[in-house]
């Protein structure tokens, strides 16, 4: 059993519910800290049915007085944050170019050039900023318990960015980046700092990106399934056993500043 009290941001998106339920289901009190109330809300009651500990949260991590006002509660209903997972991130159509490579004959909608600064600035702000922000709101009371651990979500393509996706793809990185940084800085109070760099897992989130309206793959998908070794995509329950490792303060005490790619093995691979 753990007892231990986990926040996690973006808890109702597809891979974080599944960590949630994974940490609920072994004894954890599991913070669910969403921009959608009313689905982390409806999370927690069918954990709670379960005999599991968890509550739902409002909170918006591109805004901190949001976060600051989720750790009040949840250090008061659950107790403080022993283990943050910092979830919330994705990616938006206005941040994608249509085209992967550039042509002066391109006839698409949307190329580089075209790509909206707004755009840009949601996708790069929510992954790093929110991560960031959410940081520095839970791992203050971390320093004053001397001990904690933070796990922040990565993407392979920190290691080598993805065609049409380059704000996702930088902001990835800079996670990763932050991700090392914060180790260093934290090792000293006790605090651990890791991530997981998943590949490509069929979410709600990168649907239209993968399925066609009939459900068939989409040539960016039969791309990318052919430059993943195990010629498959990844299922949420398939991260579980790194987030149990790189969050257990036992298994691995002396691990910190790692980002563990979980990919099927499409980072190691080099296309021939």
């Not at 982390?40 to 709670?48: A, D, P, Q, R, T």
Request: one cysteine or more.
């Amino acid at each position: 059993m753990i007892d231990k009290t986990v926040v996690i941001t973006g808890a109702a998106g597809v891979l974080c519910h599944v960590i949630a339920e994974d940490y609920a289901r072994r004894g954890a009190r599991v913070a669910l800290l969403d921009i959608n109330l009313e689905a982390v809300n409806k999370l927690s009651n069918e954990f709670c049915a379960n005999g599991y500990i968890a509550k739902g949260y409002y909170a918006n991590v591109l805004k901190k007085e949001t976060l600051v006002e989720a750790e009040k509660l949840i250090t008061n209903d659950l107790g403080p944050c022993d283990i943050l997972i910092n979830g919330a991130g994705g990616n938006n159509p206005l941040a994608t170019t249509d085209d992967e490579l550039y042509s002066d004959s391109t006839t698409s909608k949307k190329t580089f050039f075209d790509l909206a600064e707004d755009g840009i600035d949601f996708v790069f702000n929510l992954n790093f900023k929110g991560t960031f922000l959410t940081s520095q709101v839970f791992v203050k009371k971390m320093t004053e318990n001397r001990g904690g651990c933070v796990l922040n979500i990565s993407s392979m393509n920190a290691f080598a960015p993805l065609t049409k996706i380059p704000a996702y793809s930088a902001a990835k990185a800079a996670v990763s980046n932050f991700t090392e940084w914060l180790a260093v800085y934290f090792a000293g109070a006790k605090i651990r700092v890791n991530a997981i760099a998943p590949g490509f897992f069929a979410t709600n989130q990168n649907k239209w990106l993968l399925f066609n309206k009939d459900g068939s793959l989409t040539q960016r998908s039969k791309k990318i399934l052919s430059n993943t070794p195990m010629n498959r995509f990844g299922e949420a329950k398939e991260l579980l056993g790194a987030v149990r490792f790189l969050t257990d303060e036992n298994e691995s005490a002396f691990v910190t500043g790692v980002v563990l790619p979980i990919d099927g093995g499409f980072n190691a691979f080099s296309g021939v």
